[in-house]
């Protein structure tokens, strides 16, 4: 495989480079004259992948971090910190929001670029952390001591391969490969091709400790990667079980495959709605999608309120006896959001099994055939039984008593979600969802998961 060749499409133009290069220095010129003008004790320092050379094409957002002596109170460095991040997004006519990790950072555009400007504190290792962001200068340190030019390619090229198989990037509406762990995946590995050879053998619980700190046991994560900068901490704690085993699918699927330089593209889709929808049609399922509006949140807010909505949704519609056979959400993250549920049934009989206790209960037994009369009930098991009337034998209606104000509490809805979900949900169908660009993208993912871990 040549990967220069991909590496010439993927990797940033010097022209690119040298951009980005200026404007750092230019960002970070200000901020230190700043803080020499006005006395203030932070060193400045460009972090993540564009300092560390493992950004791709495209890609070459700005991360500042302002870094404190230790002795600085968090009101001060929150204060000052922002204050800093705000003079330089004005000086360079930028239009800056405020975001929040362990505290607030300011994401400004600035002449095109995304610049995330972050106080944090000069810690020299994880024993000193006072906050979760104070780690990135010391990440960047340590893959900049370790990885070669040609390791930075190496990164690029696990980067790419991960972000076309659906399985980069740590934000929870992904759950996969954070960058970081990309690039101690190549250190450890050597080259990309040596990761994937790794991963087809993984194993759930795989552990990687580049330093040597034997505390892998105490995490229970899919992937265990010792964060190298403090022992204590699994660099791969938010990749999810489903991402990890994708990759492994992924590469087992690439290192086998003839045609390798498609993994390093985005998938040829001509996507059409008549062939989805007669797809859908093919299944013999029923199809139950929920549409409403979503308020105005972070994303990273967002998307683990949907999720958690959409599996508890799932979970009570099976314990009422519906049959689930698969459930997803979507949103385009401005104004709607979907929950899709396919239905292996929708319908039910109009009796239900009422379990009561164990018939060697004397007592609590008595009371069940007190209750709902001797002659109704019946053993299953060893469980003394009722048969009763269903309250709801069709899923959309207890979807639709469920989405009361009285009832709604019954399941785990983003506590943000909950207002919207009330005053807007409205059942849609699938026709009318496929009209959407981005709901028919959905759909077509929904149908075909498999579809970007194979060429």
Same mark, same amino acid.
Request: charged content about 30%.
């Given at each position: 495989?040549?990967?220069?060749? !991909?590496?010439?499409? !993927?990797?940033?133009? @010097? ?13 970070? /010129?200000?901020?230190?004259? *700043?803080?020499?003008? @006005? ?63 362990? &505290? ?10 995304? %610049? ?16 979760? %962001?104070?780690?990135?200068?010391? &990440? +960047? ?23 076309? *198989? ?6 929870? =509406? ?28 993984? @194993?759930?619980?795989? !552990? ?6 034997? +505390? ?19 660099? /791969? ?63 990273? *807010?967002? &998307? ?54 164990? !018939? ?43 989405? *009361? +104000?009285? &009832? ?6 983003? =506590? ?33 998961? /498999? ?5």
């Amino acid at each position: 495989m040549d990967y220069e060749l !991909i590496l010439k499409d !993927i990797k940033p133009t @010097q022209e690119e480079q040298n951009d980005i290069d200026a404007m750092s220095d230019k960002l970070v /010129g200000f901020l230190n004259e *700043t803080c020499k003008n @006005q006395d203030i004790s932070a060193k400045i320092a460009v972090v993540g992948s564009v300092a560390k050379r493992t950004a791709l094409r495209g890609k070459s957002d700005i991360d500042i971090f302002m870094a404190f002596p230790l002795d600085v109170s968090e009101d001060t460095l929150k204060e000052k910190g922002l204050e800093l991040a705000h003079k330089c997004n004005d000086a360079f006519d930028g239009t800056a929001s405020h975001h929040y990790a362990s &505290h607030p950072y300011v994401q400004a555009n600035i002449e095109g670029y995304e %610049v995330d400007m972050v106080p944090c504190y000069e810690i020299e290792d994880g024993s000193q952390l006072k906050s979760a %962001v104070d780690r990135t200068i010391l &990440h +960047t340190r340590y893959v900049k001591r370790h990885l070669t030019p040609e390791g930075c390619d190496e990164v690029l090229l696990l980067k790419r391969f991960m972000d076309m *198989t659906g399985t980069y990037g740590s934000e929870f =509406k992904v759950g996969g490969f954070a960058g970081y762990l990309c690039e101690l995946l190549i250190i450890k590995y050597g080259s990309f091709e040596e990761t994937l050879k790794a991963a087809t053998n993984w @194993q759930y619980g795989h !552990i990687i400790d580049l330093e040597d700190y034997g +505390t892998g046991g105490q995490f229970n994560d899919p992937l265990i990667m010792i964060d190298p900068t403090d022992k204590n901490r699994n660099v /791969g704690a938010a990749l999810r079980l489903n991402k990890f085993s994708e990759f492994i699918q992924s590469a087992r699927n690439y290192l086998s495959s003839d045609n390798k330089r498609d993994y390093f593209y985005p998938l040829d889709k001509h996507i059409d709605k008549e062939s989805i929808l007669n797809e859908l049609e093919k299944r013999g399922s029923d199809f139950i999608a929920i549409k409403f509006d979503i308020p105005d949140m972070p994303l990273d *807010t967002l &998307h683990p309120q949907l999720k958690m909505t959409t599996e508890a949704l799932a979970d009570k519609i099976a314990n009422e006896e519906f049959n689930v056979f698969c459930a997803d959400y979507a949103s385009d993250e401005k104004d709607t959001a979907v929950i899709l549920l396919e239905m292996a049934s929708s319908k039910l009989n109009n009796i239900k099994i009422n379990y009561g206790p164990k !018939i060697y209960l004397n007592k609590a037994c008595n009371n069940f055939t007190a209750k709902y009369g001797p002659e109704t009930c019946h053993i299953i098991d060893d469980f003394l039984v009722h048969a009763q009337k269903r309250q709801f034998t069709d899923v959309v209606q207890f979807i639709e008593d469920l989405f *009361t +104000t009285e &009832h709604i509490r019954k399941i785990k809805v983003g =506590k943000n979600l909950r207002k919207a979900i009330l005053n807007s949900y409205e059942f849609t169908s699938i026709e009318d969802l496929a009209e959407d660009e981005f709901y028919i993208t959905f759909l077509d993912d929904f149908i075909n998961p /498999g579809q970007y871990i194979v060429r």
